[in-house]
């Protein structure tokens, strides 16, 4: 494991943060954060975690603090980690639920007449998030929650919005409470922060945490359209909030901190979008630039801006695709071969199938586990001793595991070489 996840466990560690004298953090119970606003005489919940019993553990804390009804539920946007305990906090009541009114990337939320690879997406989530891991083991963290978390009734507590907010958003009063909606497109189109002027406390969705951006997510989205998370963070600051309060990780205390971190992420997607774009006007292909545009060393080296959950070759494939899709200019690509038909050209080039699984073996001691991985896949694409290639790949990829700072990636490794040692039919 790399050594820096190893201090994820001790981050997590559950606990209520009082943000104000009515605002209140539920921090590590689940992959994302809730939180409560006490008012005069009602509970204002903010975002409301992945699963009904994380709900209802976040419920019982927040029990400890005041008996006053929820009222209202607002949810920042419609990633199923931050709907699905809606209704534990409704407990049996009828409060109001305000959500954006912009669709959502999201296929598994999104009701169409046209229907998505649903099974795929399904499969890919489980992948990226490490469902079925052992703690501590194999899963130790998702890069911005903590590994160890219950997921029984994951997506089980989701209640549809009774009032929609339009247009850029609104100032509205709930318990006694002014608040502001506003509208700040980001990891989602529909994302809806909340502002809090008289504490000074911004509820900022997933356009912050303690990350570099998943400007790009493995399970499979839509392109996120990366100007405007860059723009948004321009518009969280000019909030000027003493609290950021994120939909993951810790909370952020004090204006200057605030504004130097929403300063870094802004300017880490637009170096990603800057440097992209330049060498695709130089004529560079989607996997040139992939290996070769980083972050500045001393930007990539802010614990805030680490890859634990998105990553920028991610991200430069990302904003490729979604700007000029999946042709890469260089015309070899437009009739490429057929994979199995390019893999055993390949092998037959080697000189076999045997001289192949050789140099598998040769790149796995040298810990050259990509280089394996790409060998393996030829050996399954033209058929030649599948099952013995498919068991070695899951032995390389828990080897690659084991170097990747990046969660998902880890986590994807991990799973994927289960699916492979698990006997079919």
């Given at each position: 494991m790399h050594p820096e996840l190893k201090a994820h466990p001790e981050y997590f560690q559950k606990e209520i943060v009082q943000l104000a004298d009515n605002v209140y953090q539920a921090f590590g119970f689940a992959a994302?954060?809730?939180?409560?606003?006490?008012?005069?005489?009602?509970?204002?919940?903010?975002?409301?975690?992945?699963?009904?019993?994380?709900?209802?553990?976040?419920?019982?804390?927040?029990?400890?603090?005041?008996?006053l009804p929820v009222k209202t539920i607002i949810l920042t946007h419609s990633h199923?980690?931050?709907?699905?305990?809606?209704?534990?906090?409704?407990?049996g009541g009828t409060p109001q639920v305000l959500a954006s009114d912009r669709?959502?990337?999201?296929?598994?939320?999104?009701?169409?007449?046209?229907?998505?690879?649903?099974?795929?997406?399904?499969?890919r989530t489980k992948r990226q998030f490490g469902i079925g891991l052992s703690y501590p083991d194999e899963i130790i963290g998702i890069g911005v929650g903590p590994g160890n978390r219950p997921l029984k009734g994951m997506g089980a507590g989701i209640l549809?919005?009774?009032?929609?907010?339009?247009?850029?958003?609104?100032?509205?009063t709930l318990h006694g409470v002014d608040l502001e909606l506003a509208m700040a497109p980001g990891e989602t189109p529909d994302h809806m922060v909340v502002w809090y002027p008289e504490k000074k406390v911004l509820f900022s969705g997933d356009n912050f945490y303690r990350s570099f951006p998943n400007l790009y997510a493995i399970r499979g989205t839509e392109y996120r359209d990366f100007d405007t998370w860059a723009d948004t963070m321009d518009q969280l600051m000019a909030f000027d909030p003493e609290v950021l309060a994120p939909g993951h990780t810790k909370a952020v205390i004090g204006g200057d901190q605030i504004k130097e971190l929403l300063t870094d992420y802004r300017d880490a997607i637009r170096h990603v979008v800057t440097e992209t774009r330049a060498g695709m006007d130089a004529g560079r292909t989607i996997d040139q630039l992939a290996h070769s545009v980083k972050l500045p060393p001393d930007m990539a080296a802010k614990p805030h801006l680490r890859e634990y959950y998105g990553r920028v070759d991610f991200a430069v494939r990302?904003?490729?695709?979604?700007?000029m899709g999946w042709f890469d200019g260089n015309p070899t690509s437009l009739g490429a071969l057929a994979p199995d038909d390019e893999a055993q050209r390949f092998i037959?080039?080697?000189g076999g199938a045997d001289a192949v699984f050789q140099a598998v073996h040769k790149a796995r001691a040298d810990a050259d586990h990509q280089w394996a991985l790409q060998l393996i896949d030829r050996l399954i694409y033209a058929g030649h001793d599948v099952a013995k290639a498919k068991s070695l790949k899951a032995d390389v990829l828990r080897d690659h595991a084991e170097d990747q700072i990046n969660c998902p990636t880890r986590h994807y490794y991990l799973q994927c070489a289960k699916e492979l040692s698990t006997p079919t039919g």
């Open positions: 994302s954060n809730v939180y409560m606003i006490v008012g005069d005489d009602g509970v204002i919940i903010v975002d409301t975690t992945e699963t009904t019993t994380a709900a209802e553990n976040i419920l019982a804390e927040f029990r400890k603090i005041t008996d199923r980690d931050h709907v699905s305990g809606a209704s534990v906090f409704a407990e669709s959502s990337e999201d296929p598994l939320i999104v009701q169409t007449k046209h229907p998505r690879a649903a099974k795929a997406m399904q499969a549809p919005p009774t009032r929609r907010i339009t247009g850029e958003g609104e100032k509205i990302a904003y490729f695709v979604g700007t037959d080039l080697a």
